[in-house]
């Protein structure tokens, strides 16, 4: 029986085994198997290296002496899973307290790093914005200042025709208009808000991991392209999957596991 403590301190297990199932520890094989039955098997065990079959009745001894050596093994077999079911009993129940404490931090884990990814793919989204708002606004900026500037060249250029008409009519002759020198505006952007920075990369991450499954060994060839696979060579299976040839009897299966990375 199994007995589970539980007070303001850790939990602790009272296993005690069941009585009278076996009587004390095991000490030797002779305290678990009856003797009769251990009896039995050394006189059968005897008497089948001893047996000669040179005829029908010495075939006809053998043959039931075969029969006795079933029977003997059958009521060892349903001996030793008498004995052994209240350890597979006790094993049981003590995966099962394990996995009662186990299971609910596991969900937790499960459900905390699904928070924290979701947290950070939403804060990796906030910034992203923030910076194409941003670009969006400087680009807008400096297409208004080039208009700007455009427009202060063409008056100043509409302005040098004039006097250059002005200054002709006095002169009775034709005056070259002088134009007027580029003009130039520095663009100063205006100062970007501040972006706060998304939150640091969790220690705690998934990525994929591959590993070899065997699916059918009796399908997997003992040679395939000059490289030789039996005794089975997992290592020249994976590589032969990874090189994109196809193993009969085996396939790459990709799984979820939890990293733990640097903080």
């Given at each position: 029986?199994?007995?589970e403590t ?10 005690t085994m ?5 009587s004390?520890?095991i000490k ?19 008497f089948?290296?001893?047996?000669e079959?040179t ?6 001894i053998?043959?039931?002496i075969?029969v ?20 597979i ?20 884990k ?6 924290i ?5 939403a ?20 297409e208004?200042h ?12 509409a ?14 002759t ?17 100062k970007?808000?501040?972006i ?16 070899l ?36 009897g ?9 990293v733990?990375g640097r903080?």
């Amino acid at each position: 029986m199994i007995h589970e403590t539980v007070g303001d301190g850790p939990r602790h297990l009272d296993i005690t085994m069941p009585q009278p199932v076996i009587s004390g520890a095991i000490k030797s094989l002779f305290e678990v198997v009856p003797q009769a039955l251990v009896g039995k098997f050394k006189e059968l065990t005897t008497f089948a290296n001893a047996a000669e079959i040179t005829d029908a009745t010495s075939h006809k001894i053998a043959a039931e002496i075969l029969v006795k050596i079933h029977a003997a093994d059958k009521a060892l077999e349903e001996r030793r899973k008498e004995v052994k079911a209240p350890f597979i009993q006790t094993g049981k129940a003590i995966d099962d307290i394990m996995k009662s404490i186990s299971d609910p931090i596991i969900g937790a884990k499960k459900s905390l790093i699904a928070r924290i990814s979701e947290y950070e793919q939403a804060e990796k989204r906030r910034i992203y914005l923030l910076q194409q708002e941003a670009e969006k606004k400087e680009r807008e900026e400096r297409e208004a200042h080039e208009l700007e500037r455009k427009k202060l060249q063409s008056e100043a250029d509409a302005a040098a025709k004039i006097e250059a008409d002005e200054a002709a009519e006095l002169l009775g002759t034709p005056v070259e208009v002088v134009a007027e020198k580029p003009i130039f505006m520095p663009f100063l952007p205006a100062k970007p808000a501040a972006i706060i920075p998304a939150a640091p990369k969790s220690a705690v991450t998934q990525r994929t991991v591959k590993t070899l499954s065997i699916t059918d060994a009796s399908k997997i060839p003992r040679e395939l392209g000059g490289i030789q696979l039996w005794t089975l060579n997992e290592m020249a299976v994976r590589k032969l999957i990874d090189a994109g040839v196809t193993v009969p009897g085996a396939e790459i299966i990709e799984s979820k596991v939890d990293v733990m990375g640097r903080g």
